[in-house]
């Protein structure tokens, strides 16, 4: 499991979801984010703009399975990376 | 939302046209109620109130995306008509948008309607034009 900061100022909208998705679906295993307490699947876009994830926010990103690690840093980059 | 009906590719923002986040349709607004293009369940209403999600019949998820980069109007000009968790038929007012506020802070208006989980579909067919009854048909795998 690893941590990000959301730095998009308008938050985890769709673009930036969709982004995290095409990312997520590639592993094979399951991916959540994870907010305060609530996981959401980080291979749904609907999910991810459920958490409603704002400007600040802390995260964790947890990949399970083989190579989850490398898919939790990568997911990092992508979402600490989105400035729109 | 009352409109025409036009193809996803011609929405003025890759993330949709090049079917980031799905597949689906896009409509050019002639007023500014938003209604459900589907039965289902409100899953999400972004806090901005500028897109919202509907689960419907066999898991499809269906997003509905109220102009473009209308993220930036942090919620002005539009006025929640349901709520999450509701469900819904298809035509249920969901959102009004004030069609007149995208105009004036430079947004188009034109709304994307996409599958966000593609992968449960097998054909999606859109019935392009002014309002039609039925704007697409989805063939399940």
Known sequence: MVEA???????????PAGMVVEQAVRHGGEVVLIKE??????KSILNIMGLGLAQGDRIAIAAEG??????ENLLKSII????? | MEGEVVPITEVPDQAFSEKMLGDGYAVK???????????????????TN???GILAEKGLEILVHIGIDTV?????GFRRLAEPGQEVQAGTPVMEVDL???????????????????????GLKVHGGPTPEVAAEIELK
Do not use: Y
Not at chain 1, 37 to 42: E, V
Not at chain 1, 80 to 84: D, F, V, Y
Not at chain 2, 29 to 47: H, N, W
């Open chain 1, 5 to 15: 900061v959301v730095r998009s100022k308008n938050g985890l909208h769709a673009r």
């Open chain 1, 37 to 42: 307490g609530i996981r959401c699947n980080a």
């Open chain 1, 66 to 71: 083989e190579g989850g690690l490398r898919t």
């Open chain 1, 80 to 84: 600490e990376g989105i400035e729109e």
């Open chain 2, 29 to 47: 607004p002639v007023d500014g109620t938003v209604k459900a293009p589907v039965a289902g369940r409100i899953v999400q209403i972004f806090p």
């Open chain 2, 50 to 52: 500028h897109a919202f």
């Open chain 2, 72 to 76: 930036e109007l942090k919620g002005e």
């Open chain 2, 100 to 122: 007149e506020v995208l105009r004036l802070r430079g947004k188009e208006s034109i709304t994307p309607v996409v599958v966000t989980n593609m992968h449960l579909v097998k």
